[in-house]
Nanobody, 122 residues
Framework: QVQLQASGGGLVQPGGSLRLSCAYSGITLDYYAIGWFRQAPGKEREGVSCISSVDGSTIDADSVQGRFAISRDSAKNTVYLQMNSLKPEDTAVYYC???????????????WGQGTQVTVSS
């Protein structure tokens, strides 16, 4: 019933920028937040950014603070992740997901979309 689709990934050079999109449908008041997560090979899934579906408030992981920004366009049913000053360590599959509250804790998230690959390399 809840559907999320991440897109916009690709190959970018260090220092470059990329904007990811998460198109969603079927979101109800039971889902107060949409978050971005990433997972690199051999590593645990990491919370990146989260935005409230109610008031637009956001939280960010320390690793991306000042470089990434999450936003939403309710008219387009889309959440974005603007990624600037990209580093090789940002390379990962990026996922969007929904949760009942604003958090970066993956176990709190209920529904997940398929990921989009981001590769930062020269």
């Amino acid at each position: 019933q809840v559907q999320l689709q991440a897109s916009g990934g690709g190959l970018v050079q260090p220092g470059g920028s990329l904007r990811l999109s998460c198109a969603y449908s079927g979101i109800t008041l039971d889902y107060y937040a949409i978050g971005w997560f990433r997972q690199a090979p051999g590593k645990e899934r990491e919370g990146v950014s989260c935005i409230s579906s109610v008031d637009g408030s956001t939280i960010d992981a320390d690793s991306v603070q000042g470089r990434f920004a999450i936003s939403r366009d309710s008219a387009k049913n889309t959440v974005y992740l603007q990624m600037n000053s990209l580093k090789p360590e940002d390379t990962a599959v990026y996922y969007c997901a929904v949760a009942p509250f604003v958090t970066l804790y993956a176990d709190s998230y209920i529904d997940w979309g398929q990921g989009t690959q981001v590769t930062v390399s020269s």
